[in-house]
């Protein structure tokens, strides 16, 4: 049972556009949740993340926005580059549970030069 | 810092045999994760260890799986016998102190023929 869900696997942006990464969860107990970008033959490297706290977080051309009502929450890149082609993952967390965080399956980003 | 090591980056076994993955964590962090990444269920954790010891391993897929922690620097996921449809790519993660992301390694890629 997936309790995070990527409903995109690829999407291809041009350079200099926005990029929209979206990401849906089943768990309301959720209140944590970060991104990770995954390039080939890597694993994945954190990226940015947000507390249920708070509805938006920012960081340089990344900013992840939270909508809790909707259990919906997105990645967005601005100015998309060739150098954030990558498998972007989803990830959530109820920290007062444990440890444990659950992935969605990725989405694939293709930024064209 | 040098980061999650994994032993093998690559394993290519035949069905039946034996398999040994190998993680050894940041120094200092007292979480572990085993996750496998398959294209239908994106990372999806297997088990995780705090302070050595197995906290949740709901995610081991069958007994054939196994993992083990003896100490705070190296754990170790064990598949036997294997299967074709063990291969997949094994991702170790570490967390701990004031980090509450998790840092990857670069991943085993196995292959099951």
């Known amino acids: 049972d997936q309790q995070v869900k990527q409903n995109s696997p690829s999407l291809s942006v041009q350079e200099g556009r926005i990029s929209i990464l979206n990401c849906d969860y089943t768990?309301?107990?959720?209140?944590?949740f970060l991104w990770y970008k995954k390039y080939p033959a890597e694993g994945p490297t954190f990226l940015i993340s947000?507390?249920?706290?708070?509805d938006k977080n920012e960081d340089g051309r990344f900013t992840v926005f939270l909508n809790k009502s909707a259990k919906h929450l997105s990645l967005h890149i601005v100015p998309s580059q060739p150098g954030d082609s990558a498998v972007y993952f989803c990830?959530?967390?109820?920290?007062?549970?444990?440890?444990?965080?659950?992935f969605g399956t990725g989405t694939s980003l293709t930024v064209i030069p | 810092d040098a980061g999650v090591i994994q032993s093998p980056r690559h394993e290519v076994t035949e069905m039946g045999q034996e398999v040994t993955l190998r993680c050894k964590p940041i120094?200092?962090?007292?979480?572990l994760f085993w996750y496998r990444q398959t294209m239908m269920r994106g990372l999806e954790l297997l088990i995780y260890?705090?302070?050595?010891?197995?906290?949740?391993d709901s995610g081991m897929p069958e007994d054939r799986f196994s993992a083990k922690m003896p100490n705070a620097s190296f754990s170790t996921l064990k598949i036997q016998p294997s299967e074709p449809r063990d291969s997949a790519v094994y991702f170790c993660?570490?967390?701990?102190?004031?980090?509450?992301?998790?840092?990857f390694g670069p991943g085993t890629r196995l292959t099951v023929t």
């Open positions: 990830a959530a967390s109820a920290r007062n549970t444990g440890n444990q965080f659950y």
């Open positions: 768990n309301s107990m959720f209140d944590y």
């Open positions: 260890f705090n302070n050595n010891v197995p906290i949740d």
């Open positions: 993660a570490s967390n701990g102190g004031s980090s509450y992301e998790q840092y």
């Open positions: 120094s200092g962090h007292n979480s």
């Open positions: 947000i507390s249920s706290i708070k």
